[in-house]
């Protein structure tokens, strides 16, 4: 099992390296989505050999369990899907000199850079080196947002670091007063950080210093996985962040980032009783859904339409994560699987629209159906899976979160969500809908999509529809993560 971490983690990194040495080429732009299948792979053979148990490796730095397994199988879906897609997107921008080779060498290395950091951020035991990864992926992505170096991109740039940096540094010092609370209770120097060690010594914790780690880790991790108050990076980062980019940041790092929330759960709860965090993610969730809903109430653009989406399913993990039951926590890991599928395949489907138009605008965009009939099917089937639609897997997870929050005596939340919900609900379809079926613009140029691109659209459709027509192996590794968890 070490040694399919150390895979998975050396593929991109491999990737990375020969993308730097040899520019892009196009023997160097297959390395990324190769390392995205690696990922996947490994993933896979994890699962079949996880067998319901936990695994700490390599002298308690790795951990091998339901959520990290869930997490690399995201990963790697996500990941092939992205760079995929990104070998389009960068021979167009080639094509149209919007970028020039220098650019396309450091897009080509910092996207497995990203991947790679993604993987040490879920597999590690020991949440100090969790807290490095999660920092390194906000470095690979600031330049990766602002890629085109636009003004836009630029301000967008800033903003992402500035306020990822606030949030990471406020996680930071929860590791902090963390290691001191287990360091008093007993923990050895080097192992204080470990989660298996924490998790051991949690009931001897001082509950004080425990609250007080447990609001900065939730308030930190939650900035950069896009929660109120720390969300309004998101959006301007994901509009000027280039399509199959905005993808992974979407599709799997938001997630990424609220696992290290559900890491730390178990920890807090065992110290100072399970109200403290879940009253926290609650608020925090449901503050999230209503104001993602009203902003997408107004907003004009497609990519910040589907950022906001992304804010608004992220509350909503939220508040699944505070039910705390094994349902709650096996329908929250089902809706982050179908959600990065689902937001991969609409934003990779908005980066032609743009390539075509130089413009993410609802009303530039109008008419896609009749223009394009694969992006048409493609952000058609993408919306369906957004919005829950049967029989797409969001159906299934969004049901089971209601079941979850009312078996927790957690009616009300479940009511108080349902609102912004609805709200959400009603501005995707009504703004997906005037983008397809409206009639397009007096000379709308023609919409042309890259092969790679049109792989990439295809292979998530297929794969969105086979999740939500069948679990499969999945089931019993949610179920596992679940227990695995809340350790009951």
């Not at 995201?74 to 020039?100: F, K, P, Q, R």
């Not at 001082?206 to 780690?213: E, G, H, Q």
């Not at 930190?220 to 109120?228: D, E, F, I, R, S």
């Not at 993410?360 to 493609?378: E, N």
């Amino acid at each position: 099992m070490t040694a399919l971490i150390l895979v998975a983690i050396l593929a991109p990194v491999a990737a990375a390296v020969t993308s730097m040495l040899a520019g892009w080429r196009r023997s160097t732009a297959v390395s990324a989505p190769l390392s995205g299948v690696t990922i996947l792979i490994c993933a896979a053979v994890l699962i079949a050999r996880l067998d319901r148990r936990e695994y700490v490796l390599a002298g308690g730095l790795l951990r091998v369990d339901g959520v990290s397994v869930t997490m690399l199988t995201v990963i790697g879906v996500v990941g092939t899907l992205a760079t995929l897609a990104g070998i389009g997107y960068i021979n167009a921008e080639l094509a149209h000199a919007h970028t020039d080779a220098r650019a396309a060498r450091g897009y080509a290395a910092l996207v497995p850079t990203f991947l790679a950091t993604m993987v040490i951020a879920v597999c590690a035991n020991n949440i100090g080196v969790t807290w490095v990864a999660i920092e390194a992926t906000t470095l690979a992505t600031a330049f990766l947002v602002g890629h085109r170096r636009t003004r836009a991109a630029l301000e967008a740039t800033w903003k992402y670091v500035i306020i990822c940096s606030v949030g990471i540094v406020v996680a930071f010092l929860g590791t902090i007063v963390l290691y001191f609370g287990a360091r008093h209770a007993g923990a050895a120097t080097e192992q204080a950080l470990n989660l298996d060690v924490l998790l051991a010594r949690a009931p001897h914790l001082n509950p004080d210093v425990t609250r007080l780690a447990g609001g900065l880790l939730l308030i930190g991790y939650g900035a950069k996985a896009g929660l109120v108050p720390f969300h309004t990076w998101l959006a301007d980062a994901h509009s000027q962040a280039p399509a199959p980019v905005s993808a992974l940041m979407s599709g799997v790092l938001l997630a990424v980032a609220f696992s290290v929330v559900l890491r730390i759960t178990p920890i807090i709860d065992a110290a100072v009783g399970p109200g403290y965090l879940q009253t926290g993610l609650l608020i925090i969730g449901l503050l999230t859904m209503t104001v993602a809903a009203l902003l997408l109430t107004v907003t004009r653009d497609v990519k910040r339409m589907l950022a906001y989406s992304s804010m608004e399913n992220m509350g909503l993990i939220a508040v699944a994560a505070a039910g705390g039951t094994r349902l709650a926590i096996a329908a929250l890991l089902l809706h982050v699987v179908a959600h990065g599928i689902g937001k991969t395949v609409l934003f990779i489907s908005t980066g032609p629209l743009q390539a075509a138009h130089d413009s993410t605008a609802l009303d530039a965009l109008a008419g896609v159906a009749a223009r394009s009939r694969l992006l048409g099917t493609t952000i058609t089937v993408g919306t369906a899976v957004l919005l829950g639609l049967p029989p797409f897997a969001m159906f299934a997870s969004e049901l089971a979160i209601a079941r979850s929050l009312s078996q927790a005596h957690l009616a009300w939340a479940l009511a108080v969500a349902l609102m912004p919900i609805t709200v959400a609900f009603a501005a995707l379809v009504r703004n997906t809908s005037h983008m397809l079926l409206s009639s397009p613009p007096a000379g709308a140029p023609a919409i042309s999509v890259p092969a790679t691109t049109t792989l990439a659209l295809f292979a998530g459709v297929v794969v969105a529809v086979v999740l939500g027509m069948t679990a499969g192996p999945f089931t019993d590794l949610f179920t596992t993560a679940a227990v695995q968890v809340i350790h009951r």
